[in-house]
């Protein structure tokens, strides 16, 4: 994906993809069906890829889905944007209460989409599941739960494989749909505070029906990692010049 990141919109020969990797070409091959099959790319003629195109994300919420004592955080909703214009899923963003160990939803994108509204309809009780739920429920307050706790404290087998990958998945309070999710260690946005970072503040999970799985739940927790990197990165990067100034003073 990072190649044709790099290469921009527009359709690509594979060759040119390859050549942006250091993997050998089977690998590179293998990579794009995974994002092919995971609707993150296209192949509009044989030999060349390129990036799904941005498409429209945010459209008013199903009531009750964002847990009303949170306010909207403006990172939070660019992320979850451009996640869904890849993947052209429901994502959804939350964080826990250590007060009652449940976690809670804050953010969602792409859940206009008619299918999700259906099932949403269909489904009793599943708008306030997915609004909050205890943390060993589902995959986003697994990815949690799998990250709170230190290093030297023995984990669960599942739990300790979920901290391993840096992903989880389970299936949703909607049936035939699943969850991946991945930890958060900051909020988009908000700024890095050396020395006293939390484990883990939230977790960021696509939505998507059962018939995208196996390849594309791998796709899928790969790009997730690769996001939450990324807001880690911008924060960091944010917070350099104000470190400068302070040692300059």
Not at 61 to 84: D, F, N
Not at 101 to 111: F, L, M, N, P
Not at 130 to 147: E, F, S, V, Y
Not at 211 to 225: E, F, I, K, P
């Amino acid at each position: 994906m990072h190649a044709l990141e790099a290469l921009g919109a527009g359709p690509h020969r594979f060759r040119a993809i390859a050549n942006r990797t250091d993997l050998d070409d089977s690998t590179v091959h293998r990579r794009l069906l995974r994002l092919h099959q995971a609707e993150l790319c296209d192949r509009p003629r044989f030999g060349h890829w390129e990036l799904r195109p941005a498409t429209g994300a945010m459209a008013e919420l199903p009531p009750g889905l964002v847990h009303p004592s949170r306010a909207p955080v403006r990172g939070a909703t660019l992320l979850l944007e451009g996640i869904h214009r890849r993947t052209r899923q429901v994502v959804l963003l939350h964080t826990y209460s250590p007060l009652n160990g449940e976690r809670v939803c804050i953010s969602a994108a792409g859940t206009s989409h008619p299918r999700f509204r259906r099932e949403l309809a269909l489904t009793p009780g599943a708008v306030d599941r997915l609004r909050h739920a205890p943390l060993h429920c589902d995959a986003p307050g697994l990815a949690m739960l799998a990250n709170l706790a230190g290093q030297d404290v023995p984990l669960r087998d599942d739990l300790r494989r979920i901290r391993s990958a840096q992903v989880a998945v389970t299936g949703s309070p909607l049936p035939g749909w699943s969850l991946v999710s991945a930890p958060l260690r900051r909020l988009p946005g908000a700024p890095a505070a050396p020395g006293a970072e939390p484990r883990v503040v939230g977790a960021i999970s696509i939505l998507a029906p059962d018939l995208t799985q196996g390849n594309a739940h791998v796709a899928y927790g790969t790009m997730l990692r690769n996001a939450v990197q990324a807001v880690l990165h911008n924060s960091v990067a944010a917070t350099r010049p104000l470190a400068s100034a302070s040692r300059a003073a």
